[in-house]
């Protein structure tokens, strides 16, 4: 899905088959005892790190006279809307039984979200009125999952997304009026042997751009010049070459700006002549160490503004001097916190403000350019005093083979930081990466006497093309060794005491954690899996239907079942469960799509038949990963009880 980038805008983005329902026990004694194991003498208590903000993901109303936010209602995440300069703010959303996954202002009266049901990612849109009448449901389908295309802030009463209710594998486009609630649709994807997976509109919200999978591992660009022709094909690549369109140029013709590592290794940004599929000029910017995938731009003046980029912590490259003046004018009041600009009015001279840093959620303020007027308007963790919490620090170590692999350490606040109980925690995806920024549980670790070491292994996104391949059918060897490299790292240091570590991930982070306890287990003390894959071949076969598309790219990327059974067998932790010694303990929502749960059932069967004791926690309202306040407090209160049964941190001094 491509979406179009407003000036400096920083959007949430949103992502069935029918799940299993275990019939395991979830040893609820055994939860208990390790609940009360969690319990102790600390200043912030679980439910600190992880209770559901008072007032969080602020935005501007077009006409900047409004902000809206998400805060509790219920104990689940709905929207509130406040006028500017008045202290009442009205709710208009009652949702109950699940958090409002994400929204956004379709124009200045009307607002527009989406939300799943029990963690089954089959998100719906729904549009309500800023006063809190006028509700419907605008896509009203049983097992259906939308995209937003484009949000068309130029067209007040209309959106378009991508719909999934023709064929569960396919997204049809879709133009939907969000007064009315009308649906038409605008083209067809009806092409299971070439299935569209993408479209891009232009300045005027017409689709003019597709990207469809051809021969299961080709990326074929299509383009057309306006809404009457058909597609036709433009470039074809191999899916390991990224050429992506970004958005038009402003002239709405022919040229866009694209993100590209053809012929190179790195993405960089570049202009892209669509009739031909060839560069047009030189590269707009670079970095010789990581992929370069975004470009933002002013609506209104119609100029490029800025370039952001992710090396250890998140960086500028500045095209235009207003808006280099205006991040320069923040930092002079915020300049010990990542700043970004998170919505704009559409004069643009009003601006929604978020801060961060590894200590802090930071806060969000309202910058006023005719007024150069800064107002803070909320923290969003007032409970948490940042002094309190732990430095995260950029680390580099090499792999066994020589690759760098950067990642974040973070040390607990004890005097001495030598021979530490340390828990290792590979990042999901596995084509993903870890950031810097503030992370609650990562904090909660450290505020219980653990180092934390997150690693991205090979595999991890924006260091490349041919880091991203190394990781190809790599699961439980070079991509698990170098999560290995970190841990005799650490020790080596002398930071980890090699008799008190931990491993612990979620999704990709689950299958490694299971990998390092089968592959390596004398190195783990304990373990803990969070909705993480056992099986290869079970996980193939029980994707969500609207994966099917890329399966031959997993198979290029994980393995076939067929051609590859010897080496996927040999990665699967669950085939392998005799080899386990380190205790283990399994999460998982009942509902996930991506991760079903079998994936977490035949590792407790599995272990439980050898007359292991293994805690399972299920959830039965979740799917991957626990969005829900109570059972977040539930899973982290059993987590921290884990760790401090096993490794046993100390925290006299």
């Avoid at 300049?335 to 559409?346: D, V, W």
């Avoid at 303020?365 to 620090?393: F, G, H, N, R």
Wanted: aromatic letters at 12%; one cysteine or more.
């Amino acid at each position: 899905m491509t979406e179009k980038t407003n000036t400096e805008s920083n959007q949430d983005t949103v992502e069935q088959q029918l799940p299993g329902i275990t019939d395991l026990p979830t040893s609820s004694k055994e939860l208990e005892k390790l609940i009360a194991e969690s319990k102790g003498d600390f200043k912030y208590s679980i439910e600190d790190f992880f209770r559901n903000p008072e007032k969080s993901r602020y935005q501007l109303s077009p006409d900047g006279e409004y902000f809206s936010y998400m805060g509790p209602y219920e104990r689940r995440q709905n929207i509130f809307i406040q006028k500017i300069g008045e202290e009442k703010a009205t709710r208009i959303t009652s949702e109950t039984d699940r958090d409002i996954s994400g929204y956004f202002w379709a124009n200045n009266n009307r607002i527009l979200f989406i939300k799943d049901s029990g963690g089954d990612e089959n998100f719906q849109l729904y549009a309500v009125d800023k006063d809190g009448k006028n509700a419907i449901d605008l896509t009203p389908f049983e097992k259906v999952r939308i995209q937003i295309i484009d949000q068309l802030e130029d067209i007040e009463d209309e959106i378009i997304i991508g719909m999934n209710n023709n064929n569960p594998q396919l997204f049809d486009p879709y133009r939907v009026n969000i007064e009315s609630g009308k649906i038409q649709q605008i083209a067809e994807n009806n092409n299971p042997a070439e299935p569209i997976d993408g479209y891009l509109t232009d300045h005027n919200g017409k689709l003019r751009i597709a990207t469809k999978i051809k021969d299961g591992t080709n990326a074929v660009l299509m383009y057309r010049e306006n809404e009457n022709e058909d597609f036709k094909e433009v470039l074809t690549t191999d899916f390991r070459v990224t050429v992506q369109p970004l958005f038009f140029d402003f002239d709405n013709k022919n040229i866009v700006y694209a993100t590209s590592n053809m012929n190179r290794d790195k993405n960089v940004i570049v202009k892209m002549d669509m009739r031909t599929g060839e560069e047009v000029g030189d590269v707009l910017f670079s970095h010789p160490d990581v992929d370069v995938n975004s470009l933002n731009y002013s609506r209104k003046r119609k100029v490029l503004t800025s370039i952001p980029y992710t090396t250890a912590k998140k960086q500028n490259h500045f095209l235009d001097k207003e808006i280099e003046d205006i991040y320069k004018r923040l930092e002079k009041d915020l300049g010990g916190y990542e700043i970004f600009i998170t919505s704009t009015n559409k004069a643009e001279d009003k601006f929604m403000i978020r801060t961060y840093s590894d200590r802090s959620l930071g806060a969000y303020y309202t910058y006023d350019i005719q007024d150069d007027k800064l107002t803070k308007i909320a923290e969003v963790s007032p409970w948490i005093d940042e002094e309190d919490m732990a430095v995260m620090q950029p680390v580099q170590y090499k792999s066994r083979d020589g690759k760098t692999i950067n990642g974040y350490l973070t040390l607990p606040n004890v005097a001495n930081q030598k021979n530490l109980p340390v828990i290792i925690n590979p990042h999901g995806g596995p084509w993903a990466r870890d950031n810097w920024g503030f992370n609650p549980e990562i904090q909660l670790f450290a505020s219980r006497g653990y180092a934390v070491l997150q690693m991205n292994f090979r595999g991890s996104v924006g260091y490349g093309r041919d880091f991203w391949e190394s990781s190809f059918k790599q699961w439980g060897k070079t991509m698990q060794d170098d999560i290995t490299d970190g841990v005799e790292w650490l020790i080596d240091q002398d930071i980890a005491d090699s008799e008190r570590i931990a491993i612990y991930g979620g999704s990709y982070g689950g299958y490694a954690t299971l990998a390092g306890v089968t592959f390596t287990p004398d190195l783990y003390k304990c373990a803990i899996d969070y909705v993480g894959v056992s099986n290869l071949f079970t996980f193939m076969n029980t994707i969500p239907p609207y994966w099917k598309p890329y399966l031959e790219m997993m198979h290029t990327m994980v393995g076939n079942p067929e051609a590859d059974s010897v080496q996927m067998a040999a990665a699967s932790p669950a085939l392998h469960t005799d080899k386990i010694k380190a205790p283990l303990f399994v999460i998982q929502g009942a509902n996930d799509p991506r991760v079903n749960i079998d994936e977490a059932d035949q590792i407790v069967t599995s272990l439980r038949a050898r007359g292991i004791e293994v805690p399972y926690l299920v959830k039965y309202d979740e799917g991957h990963g626990f969005r829900n306040e109570e059972n977040r407090f539930e899973a982290y209160k059993a987590m921290v009880g884990f760790f401090h049964k096993h490794l046993q941190p100390d925290l006299k001094d």
